[in-house]
């Protein structure tokens, strides 16, 4: 048993942040149904019905895609009359509407919350936009790193010298918005068992962006610090914490924050006058104020550059010490942690073979989160959950003629 067995969701969203959100949510069991375009279809060159042996290389690229994984796939004219009925039956029976469009454009095509919880009163209708639905900027353009921007988090990334660092889109898209998403669907799950009532979920990547640094906000709200780049404990500013370069042009992580794992590492490198320079709470606010942490860093650099990346891995650990080998890509997938930890995982696909992808970080031990399934091609689904939904084959038949769904 999944934890979502039985729960229908509907994905209308198509860049990475919703599919995120509700890949989640597949792999939790949810019954996830993505409602493709088949003009968008069209203007990629898919035909109806295409199969896996069509575009052989577009298909196999798709399987490896985690975001369409566990997912099913209908093709559906949403611009059109009978394509938005089509979609109404489909959303009377489900449970959960996810959509990333931009603010206005569900009620244009009149699939917005309003109109969809007088067909269907528990439905769970969860918006994901920029900056949400409300406010001056809701019409906005923009992508991870403008939220970043307006949200004040970029302002915090990088050493302090030049401009911010761009970080990957992890933190908007993936931390502020799928996976608060995916959270508050699941909240609304729950309040819907007790109400017996649906609602609608506003999740802006700004807001999500905002809530991810509550020591910064903190410590503004409580006494008026305004925080610099790369100044505190946690951006790197001081030698306890950070990267250093090892023997073999390598780099390892240190991560000496409380004082017993400072001194373990001054005891193990034999430099035990330094244990009393470590951690204050003022460096989660304040850069260093005096050369002596200075003094140490230069040492620290020094002294790691006499091991291998691996050698100090070897030996640090033994000693307590929070001490990370900073891997390529590669090197990670294949760590042996991570794989008795099944988070890479393989699918058998009759034409690929073993087909591998990234598992679920949830661990339950009752009802674990699974990959069931891999990337369905375009419309794969659609003739099978229009008849589900009690339509007969030749009224299908004229939907696929008028070009209604593909």
Known sequence: MS?????????????????????????LGGEVTRIESPVQGRSLGIRRSASPEDGKGKIREALYDPLRRNKRSIAINLKSDVGREIFYRI???????????????????KIDYKTISKINQRII??????????????????????????????????????????????VADIAGASQYAALGIMAALIARGKTEKGQYMDQSFTDGALSLIPAFTQSYFLNGVVPGRGESALQGAYPYYGVYETKDGKFISIACIESFFWENLCRALDKEEYAVHCFSP????????????????????????????????????KKDIPIGKVYTLEEALCDK?????EMVVEIDHPDEGKVKQVGCPIKLSETPATVRSLSPFFGQHTNEILLKNGFSQD???????????A
């Open 282 to 317: 003022e460096h989660y606010f304040h850069k260093p104020k005096d050369n002596k942490w200075k003094e140490i860093r230069s040492w620290l650099t020094s002294v790691f550059l006499t091991k291998t990346r691996d050698e100090w891995f070897d030996y640090l650990p």
């Open 91 to 109: 959303a009377k029976r489900s449970d959960v509407i996810v959509e990333g469009f931009r603010p206005g454009v569900v009620e244009r095509l």
């Open 337 to 341: 942690q991570l794989v008795e930890r």
């Open 125 to 170: 209708y969860c918006s994901l936009s920029g900056y949400g639905q409300e406010g001056p900027y809701r019409d906005l353009s923009g992508h991870d790193i403008t939220y970043l921007s307006m949200s004040g988090v970029l302002s915090l990334i990088g050493s302090g010298k030049g401009p911010p660092i761009v970080p990957l889109n992890i």
């Open 395 to 405: 009224r299908i038949n004229e939907f696929y003629a008028d070009d209604i769904v």
């Open 3 to 27: 934890p979502l067995e039985g729960i229908s969701i509907l994905d209308l969203s198509h860049v990475a942040p919703g599919s995120f959100c509700t890949m989640i949510l597949a792999d």
